[in-house]
């Protein structure tokens, strides 16, 4: 069922003040596929891409590059960017931690990579393995080679709006960190709600302090999770601000809906459904994107937490029992 068969426009007129278009940056087969307790077979991976593209999306991180000892899921990066099949119009950066990730990434015939770096002490420890001032000495070379190249490189900002062991972070050291990585040559900065408690009078703060020292909105991403059902609200405050590039995965892939410690990516479903009713144009087929995602689903043994999908994709409701995440 879509928007029209329940009499409802397929689009309404454009909202005044908010951006005329967005770029949906599609995160589901490196952050969604990368969080599944299952290996997925590559040639299943190169489909999910494949199908996503024709749905319409034109960003598509596509894997990453680190080490297959900590990121399993996702070993097999070189295989499927080898089996990918480029369209026109299309982009498939990938995720690369360090040096010899970049290594790996470049001789694969990547073309545009993203680093995570941390806004907080305590996740640069784990999931660095080192200090918040450390992690710009390790991805100083990776962007300076990147960038000597003519690769765009994005960079993440994990844990933005708060920080699970050391609670609220002190805006100054988001736009801190924030600037360090822009000043390295980050093409795009994409401040995340890794642990999805942001609320939109956060996210229109922590916008407007970017702004407030310089760096432009157009330079600027939002990468929320709905573990307290905040990501479209967050993200309806970010288009407010003017920003024009939003992540998502489709059907919800990423984090565990089961698990209480995981934390779902907004799906990329919803979102089209919002921006559609703003009259924002985004380039994506609801349907095709729809039916992707209940493949997906199957594919995967468990449903999706995509409230759209839910309500579009009846049958994303696998006939297997409820997915057990290790
Ligand atoms: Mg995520």
């Not at 950066?93 to 015939?109: I, K, M």
């Not at 307290?228 to 565990?256: I, K, P, R």
Request: charged residues 15%; glycine residues 12%.
């Amino acid at each position: 069922m879509t928007a029209r068969d329940l009499g409802l426009p397929d689009r309404y007129p454009a909202a005044a003040g908010l951006p005329a278009r967005v770029l949906i940056w599609e995160v589901g087969a490196r952050d969604g596929l990368q969080n599944e307790p299952t290996l997925v077979p590559v040639g299943v991976k190169v489909e999910f891409l494949d199908r996503l593209a024709a749905a319409g999306l034109r960003v598509l991180e596509a894997t990453s590059f680190g080490h297959p000892r900590w990121v399993p899921q996702l070993a097999d990066a070189a295989e499927l960017l080898r089996l990918l099949t480029p369209r026109e119009g299309v982009r498939y950066p990938v995720l690369v931690p360090n040096e010899r990730g970049l290594d790996r990434a470049v001789a694969a015939g990547a073309s545009e990579i993203a680093i995570i770096a941390s806004a907080t002490e305590s996740f640069a420890h784990r999931n660095l393995n080192r200090s918040l001032d450390a992690q710009f000495a390790m991805f100083a070379p990776v962007l300076s080679r990147a960038t000597a190249d003519g690769l765009r490189v994005r960079g993440y900002l994990s844990m933005c709006f708060g920080d699970p062991w050391e609670g609220a972070v002190p805006l100054k050291q988001v736009l801190s960190v924030g600037r360090r990585l822009l000043e390295l040559g980050c093409d795009q900065l994409c401040l995340g709600d890794t642990i999805g408690v942001a609320t939109p009078g956060h996210v229109g703060a922590v916008l407007e302090g970017f702004i407030r020292v310089g760096v432009g909105v157009d330079a600027l991403a939002v990468h929320f999770h709905d573990t307290y059902g905040q990501a479209l609200a967050n993200t309806f405050a970010a288009l407010c601000a003017g920003v024009s590039c939003v992540d998502a995965s489709a059907g919800g892939l990423g984090g565990c809906p089961y698990a209480e410690s995981a934390t779902g990516n907004l799906a990329t479903e919803d979102l089209v459904w919002l921006l559609d009713g703003l009259g924002i144009e985004h380039g994506v087929d609801l349907n095709a994107l729809v039916h992707t995602s209940v493949w997906m689903a199957h594919q995967l043994g468990r449903p999706s937490p995509s409230r759209v999908l839910a309500a579009l994709g009846g049958s994303s409701r696998t006939t297997n029992p409820p997915g057990h995440c290790s």
